[in-house]
Nanobody, 122 residues
Framework: QVPLVESGGGLVQAGASLRLSCAAS????????MGWFRQAPGKEREFVGR????????DYADSVKGRFTISSDNAKNTVYLQMNSLKPDDTAVYFC???????????????WGQGTQVTVSS
């Protein structure tokens, strides 16, 4: 079973919204904190936000704070990244990841999804 599977990417215009989903196995969902990262062409993979395993705590990069929201649905073992007021600079491949640590460091994440492309046109 693939641990993490993202979906929901696409091509949108600036100012639009998208919601990404990350379906996790039950084992991971119950015991790991979940993070979202993104990687634009020619750039390093960067932290976007994270949610605790309990779902009660979230944290965001300054670049997306106030525009992006992470939530989780325990019944579906799924984490969401709601992205509003999208900008061309948000264009990237978005990844969800799982870590036993509460961390923004990508090297501390044990499982990664395959990524989903988000393209924002101006």
């Amino acid at each position: 079973q693939v641990p993490l599977v993202e979906s929901g990417g696409g091509l949108v215009q600036a100012g639009a919204s998208l919601r990404l989903s990350c379906a996790a196995s039950g084992r991971i969902f119950r015991h790991y904190n979940m993070g979202w990262f993104r990687q634009a062409p020619g750039k390093e993979r960067e932290f976007v936000g994270r949610i605790s395993g309990s779902g009660y705590t979230t944290d965001y990069a300054d670049s997306v704070k106030g525009r992006f929201t992470i939530s989780s649905d325990n019944a579906k073992n799924t984490v969401y990244l709601q992205m509003n007021s999208l900008k061309p600079d948000d264009t990237a491949v978005y990844f969800c990841a799982a870590s036993r640590s509460w961390t923004t460091g990508r090297n501390m994440y044990d499982y990664w999804g395959q990524g989903t492309q988000v393209t924002v046109s101006s």
